[in-house]
């Protein structure tokens, strides 16, 4: 069987220039980085396309393979002659060197160039680490030169960000030695798919906005409890300096030669979990399917797309592709990791709910048309096949077998056809599951109720706080982003399954006024991941020659 890596490197990349002929984007609107990606110079976006939206179960360690199918679907569309095109995120360093290895799909499904779409790409996410940490340079030396702004050292709430997982970071003290060497004072640092420079550059529609953004980010507050942002500091415009090139969406391409825009990297469980509107409006301009993922399960990264994202780029999805496998399934009923292979029934029937949890969120919270995507591995009977089929066929929802992985588009096109059915006889409408004019405090018990199946909401006494604050501040109308454990419907990863009479704990609750949301964290979430015992960077290597093998 071949690797990941080496199926990549069987194919030879069409130029991009005629990647982008194919979409319909005039040569003079790319900037080529080498001969197999560019940016894209947007201008004049004008939605027109049927938005499909990818998401899954709560994932397992044995894997979904949501993107994998994201682009295995886009390849079929293609097949059928619907000129379609990826939408999706770009992979953080984090957790590329921590747990998984690459994110740019697998086997036969893939977007290439795939090392440096796993690595440094055209360099986005260094260019939100360095407007972040630019944010921060820029606080301290105010503190240091002498407090203009009466900025209180302790109430910094801005944090310097890196995009790899390192719990060390989580709290440091910066400031150490001379009186020349800066303000001591507490800091913390979160991953930069976590930052808030992250969710700017996603939900920005241009370079405008992009700025009026940045300068609205709160960063620290005066010893009067008055909020300094980042155009008191003088900081945005240099912050978006950082970022021109960053808010470009970039082209590539996936292994059948269809077009592939990855724009935009937050993570799903500690943040938004959407690549940016750019890429979205872009592709949905430019195809008249876009193939979209939002990150983890529908419990987050679904809801957060539909919630914030497509409200706030006036966006709503046609069809929702949920995808499982019977693996995983079975996991979440309880089979041992080891046993997946072997035919499980009873276990994969105390799984299933959590499958049809997600089902329902879509079609009766949101009022959205879905296909499950069943990932068929090779050791699936058709025993447990028949079992998915026939509980979505109880709910009223079509199933479809895909197997992008080992046959790439040819192997999604049952899923295709009945994703072009469903957004055929489907209207634009949705519905969210609260409204932006409630209480913050309403706003998260509705998702955790309505989405998790929580019974209640614990706020701790720091999260009361926090909301009273945010609220006084006339924040109270924005959004809410969750960040929570991404393997359990709850707030606690060892409740796998649909679990019931279940309280979400809500520790903090944090301000994004410059993203345009407030994030609340649940449990025991960290913003900054810490790597695994044997971090995946321990099985990598690199030949004199150049050549990688481990990272995929």
């Keep these: 069987m071949l690797l990941d890596i080496e199926i990549a490197d069987s194919v030879t990349p069409k130029p991009i220039a005629e990647i982008a002929e194919k979409l319909g984007i005039p040569l003079e609107s790319i900037e080529p980085y080498g001969s197999n990606k560019a940016k894209i110079n947007v201008k004049n976006l004008h939605p027109k396309g049927n938005l499909v939206l990818v998401t899954a179960i709560n994932p397992t360690s044995s894997g979904e393979g949501k993107t994998t199918v994201s682009i295995g679907l886009a390849d079929a569309l293609n097949k059928l002659g619907k000129k379609t095109c990826l939408a999706l995120r770009e992979p953080s360093l984090g957790p590329v060197f921590g747990v998984k290895g690459g994110a740019a799909g697998g086997g036969y499904a893939q977007v290439i160039p795939m090392e440096d779409i796993n690595l440094h790409f055209t360099g986005d996410i260094h260019a939100v680490t360095a407007a972040n940490n630019l944010l921060s340079a820029i606080i301290d030396n105010s503190l240091h030169q002498g407090n203009p702004l009466n900025i209180n050292p302790k109430r910094v709430v801005w944090n310097r960000c890196v995009d790899l997982n390192d719990r060390a970071l989580r709290k440091v003290v910066v400031g150490l030695g001379g009186t020349g060497d800066g303000v001591t004072r507490e800091d913390s640092f979160n991953i930069t798919a976590a930052s808030e420079i992250m969710a700017v550059l996603c939900l920005s529609n241009d370079m405008s906005e992009l700025k009026e953004k940045l300068g609205n980010i709160v960063a620290a507050y005066t010893y009067d409890s008055k909020p300094v942002t980042a155009r008191d500091l003088g900081a945005h415009q240099a912050m978006a300096i950082l970022l021109k090139d960053a808010i470009k969406p970039n082209l590539v391409q996936t292994l059948e030669g269809n077009p592939a825009i990855i724009h935009g990297g937050p993570f799903a469980n500690i943040a938004h979990g959407c690549n940016t509107i750019l890429a979205t409006k872009t592709a949905l301009t430019y195809a008249d399917y876009c193939v979209t993922e939002a990150g983890f399960g529908a419990d987050l ?90 509980t979505c066929r109880e709910l009223n929802v079509p199933a479809a077998f895909c197997e992008v992985w080992a046959k790439g588009g040819a ?82 990863q060892n409740k796998l399954g649909c679990p019931k009479d279940f309280t979400v704990t809500v520790r903090e609750v944090q301000l994004r006024s410059g993203a345009g949301f407030v994030v609340a964290v649940a449990g025991d979430i960290m913003l900054m991941p810490g790597l695994p015992k044997v971090p995946a960077s321990a099985g990598m290597t690199i030949s004199t020659e150049g050549a990688i093998t481990g990272l995929f």
């Design 411 to 492: 192997g999604g096109l049952d899923l295709a056809e009945k994703v072009v059915k469903l957004t055929e006889n489907a209207d634009t409408s949705c519905r969210y599951a609260y409204e932006f004019d409630q209480p913050i405090a309403d706003k998260i018990t509705a998702i955790a109720t309505k989405i998790y199946g929580a019974s209640s909401v614990e706020f701790t006494p720091k999260a009361k706080k926090d909301i009273k604050d945010i609220t006084q501040g006339r924040y109270g109308n924005l959004p809410v982003i969750v960040a929570k454990t991404q393997y359990s419907l709850s707030d606690n």
């Design 301 to 390: 990264g679904a809801e957060k797309f539909i919630d914030v994202k497509c409200r706030l780029a006036d966006l709503a999805p046609k069809c929702v592709v949920i995808v499982a496998t019977v693996k995983a399934l079975k996991l979440h009923g309880g089979a041992d990791k080891k046993d997946l292979s072997a035919e499980n029934l009873a276990a994969l029937e105390k799984g299933l709910p959590n499958l049809v949890k997600h089902i329902k969120n879509i079609t009766e919270v949101f009022g959205l048309k879905c296909v499950v995507a069943i990932n068929r591995f090779t050791t699936d009977t058709q025993n447990e096949m028949n079992l998915i089929e026939k």
